[in-house]
């Protein structure tokens, strides 16, 4: 095998929340570690970010998903170049790509399976643009091996929390979904997704005030939790499903959220203290379900943008059982903001060394595999 050695790495990603394109200008070390020299919220174009919501919502057609994937490559070029211009080329990027359809389950079509992810983004265009070599397309080697192609974050989770002993640990990201590492001193290394994040918090505050997403929790806390209302909506069968497991807004999808709203009640900040409060117990219930059982749970870790939402953190913080210790990535040096990228720079770094990157622990895939495409 080739001698590892410090590479420069730009990620990129965005994630299901879609609310900008991640960048971070890394350094990798051979010992796995990734240090953000310097991260940026990138804005997509308003048209191009009404387009992605469209492809979302199902009302794209073949043409538009096929134009769009070479509009988000420029797009996610003209982030990588903003950091090129400061820092100067990189060794590599490492693209996650904009997920616009994931589909992990069990179907088949004349017995061939139909589980498959589409991230779009066209790496040629980020190379051509930017004049580096770029690693993408990171889920579909796993979903090949049978896997679900998520949660990928474990294995750079793995990485950086299993070098501290004698603590168990969740590492618990709340983006538009949430996810879930467990790493321990005597179980091997599981994850999966806990459900919903932000895609419905964020979706309610755009539907009844207009904003993007609830700053600091605000409007949650100003509200009360409608308890017959929450109760329903833990009933549904995603939450019951054994691991390995995936979602994301095909599931949970704009008509998913307006059925369920028919019940909801009549206060508008009710409804947010509520979808708020299900984000923060569907984590809680699924450590009661599928991680107790096996692992005793020391400290959760929270990461991703639900770690800046105050009410969900206090919310938490009143579900879990009160003995585990409740902090964020940034206690240990992590970017809360940009932990998931420097978590690519790291699955890139691996891609580009030919080192296998997947979890099956967490994903359900047969074997270890690498990872990723390279475009020149």
């Known amino acids: 095998m080739q001698e590892l050695e410090v590479k420069k790495v730009i990620a990129l990603m965005s994630g299901t929340s879609c609310d900008s394109i991640d960048a971070g200008f890394c350094e990798v070390y051979p010992d796995k570690t990734v240090k953000l020299i310097r991260g940026i919220n990138y804005q997509y174009p308003e048209h191009v970010r009404t387009k992605i919501f469209q492809m979302f ?4 057609s073949i ?8 509009v988000i490559g420029k797009c996610f070029a003209d982030a990588a170049n903003v950091l090129i211009s400061e820092f ?11 997920t616009v359809y994931h589909y992990p389950f069990d179907e088949k079509i004349d017995n061939i399976s139909l589980k498959s992810t589409l991230q779009i983004g066209e790496s040629s265009v980020i190379a051509q643009e930017t004049g580096c070599l770029t690693i993408s397309n990171f889920r579909e080697a796993d979903i090949a091996q049978n896997g679900q192609g998520a949660p990928l974050v474990c294995f750079a989770d793995e990485k950086w929390w299993g070098k501290y002993k004698g603590k168990n640990y969740a590492i618990q990201n709340i983006g538009g979904i949430s996810n879930v590492t467990v790493i321990s001193q005597d179980y091997d290394t599981f994850g999966f997704d806990t459900g919903l994040g932000n895609i419905m918090i964020d979706y309610c505050v755009n539907k009844y005030f207009g904003e993007p997403y609830d700053k600091d929790g605000e409007i949650a806390a100003s509200g009360n939790i409608s308890d017959v209302w929450l109760d329903c909506l833990l009933q549904d069968e995603y939450y019951f499903i054994d691991p390995p497991k995936s979602t994301g807004r095909e599931y949970f999808n704009p008509t998913y959220i307006e059925n369920v709203l028919k019940f909801a009640p009549e206060d508008e900040r009710d409804i947010i203290a509520t979808v708020t409060a299900l984000t923060a117990k569907t984590i809680a219930q699924s450590y009661e379900r599928f991680v107790y059982p096996n692992v005793s749970i020391h400290e959760a870790v929270i990461c991703g943008g639900g770690a800046y939402n105050k009410t969900l953190m206090r919310m938490l913080r009143n579900y879990l059982p009160k003995h585990i210790d409740l902090k964020t990535c940034e206690d240990y040096g992590i970017s809360n903001n940009f932990k998931e990228v420097m978590a690519f720079a790291l699955l890139g770094y691996c891609t580009y060394y030919g080192i296998p990157n997947n979890l099956p622990c967490c994903t359900g895939a047969n074997k270890r595999v690498v990872l990723g495409k390279l475009t020149y």
């Open 88 to 98: 100067g080329k990189p060794d590599f990027i490492s693209s996650h790509g904009q």
């Open 63 to 70: 043409k538009d998903i096929c134009q769009m994937n070479f």
């Open 57 to 60: 919502r199902g009302e794209a």
